[in-house]
């Protein structure tokens, strides 16, 4: 009897510790989300001359660029994991207020406008009630929540994962 009371005693703490500990997303980074075989994708071409910036941003209303790598493969390991995730919002639906409530993440600015979009296992197909104001999407957010492994299409590009967001908010980088 003794010894069922100590072990009780013990593991009860660890129980009620657990959701607090498993609460915390973990900070994934991109270059995670390939898998170690997966051929590296090709960076964005870089736009060094800002005299042509208005040329990049006239282009959006063009139509999209051809998807890198439409069939690279994803890490099956990350399904189900609270992560952290830093990215560009690419908008593709919106509330009645202004408000993005569907959108893609990646990886870097311009993808999927000015750039041809990344593979689909560098993008996050992100669904949040929260949503982000239209004004705000030319700078870098972070998203937390559960990262599910399952493909999804969309108008400008496959995703390779999705995430219901729990939080979205503006990115701050660890040095500041």
Known sequence: MLRAVLALSLTLPLLFAAPLWAGEPRELAWSEMLPADAPEAAPPAALHDLSKLADVLSSESGPAASQQSAAAPVVKALHGQLVKLPGYIVPLNS?????????????????????PPPPPNQIVHV???????MDN???PFWIEG?????SISSDIAEAGYQM??????PYESPEN
């Open 137 to 139: 999407l030319y700078q």
């Open 127 to 133: 669904k949040t009630e929260l949503g982000v104001l």
């Open 95 to 115: 509330s009645e207020e202004g408000r993005v409530t569907e959108f893609l993440l990646v990886p870097y600015y311009g993808a999927c406008i000015h750039v």
């Open 146 to 150: 559960p990262l599910q492994v399952e």
């Open 164 to 169: 219901e967001a729990s939080k979205v908010y």
